[in-house]
């Protein structure tokens, strides 16, 4: 291995650590608490070191959120691909999906409520969050109904299920009829 791979591979090294780091300590004890002296102190680097891989905080936060979209991108599809028949593939997805915000609330927040510095919904959207919504719009697309825009009715629905995860994290839904609002999402706007 030449001494150019070698530093290569220490450098990715440390920004997995970085990212890890960061999402480890934002899981625990909120974004808030996520800065860059305190990443510095955990993962035993200088702060010109952090600076080295990420400019601050929002790109911090943006890595955090392209690592979450794939993530939840492979729970979608590993939760679809074990039914058979459209709308359980959809009830599967939004369990999926709800699932995944509940055990990574700070994940969930980098990707999807917090400034990383990403693109979203445009050409130079980064692969990860386009293949985030592809798992949706692979199941939701077989259901979307006659004469509607599968990747419209895709959004619809990723709004619905965006605004079940922040209406119950908040408190303003009791979170033991989350099933129940998954069967009415599927069966009110999933058409066979």
């Known amino acids: 291995m030449s001494v150019q791979e070698r530093k290569e591979r220490e450098r990715a090294g440390r920004e997995r650590l970085i990212v890890a780091t960061a999402r480890e300590l934002a899981e625990q004890q909120g974004w808030d608490a996520v800065t860059t002296r305190r ?3 955990r993962i035993e680097y200088s702060q010109p070191v952090l ?3 990420f400019r601050g905080k929002r790109e911090i936060i943006g890595a955090v959120a392209l690592q979450g979209a794939t993530e939840m991108a492979v ?3 590993a939760a679809t691909a074990a039914v058979d028949g459209a709308r359980e593939r959809v009830a599967a997805l939004a369990r999926a999906y709800l699932d995944f915000a ?3 609330p700070a994940v969930y927040d980098a990707i999807f409520q917090l400034d990383g510095g990403l693109a979203y ?3 130079d959207t980064p692969a990860p969050l386009k293949d ?3 798992a949706l719009l692979e199941s939701l697309g077989e259901v979307a109904g006659d004469g509607v825009e599968p990747g419209l009715f895709t959004e619809t629905f990723w709004a619905a299920l965006h605004g079940l995860v922040t209406l119950t994290r908040a408190g303003r839904l009791p979170p033991e009829n989350t099933e129940q609002r998954v069967r ?3 069966d009110r706007l999933a058409v066979d």
């Open 39 to 41: 990443l510095a102190e």
């Open 132 to 134: 985030a919504f592809a």
């Open 75 to 77: 729970a979608v599809r």
């Open 51 to 53: 600076y080295s891989h």
């Open 121 to 123: 919904a445009h050409e």
């Open 184 to 186: 009415l999402l599927v």
């Open 102 to 104: 509940a055990r990574n």
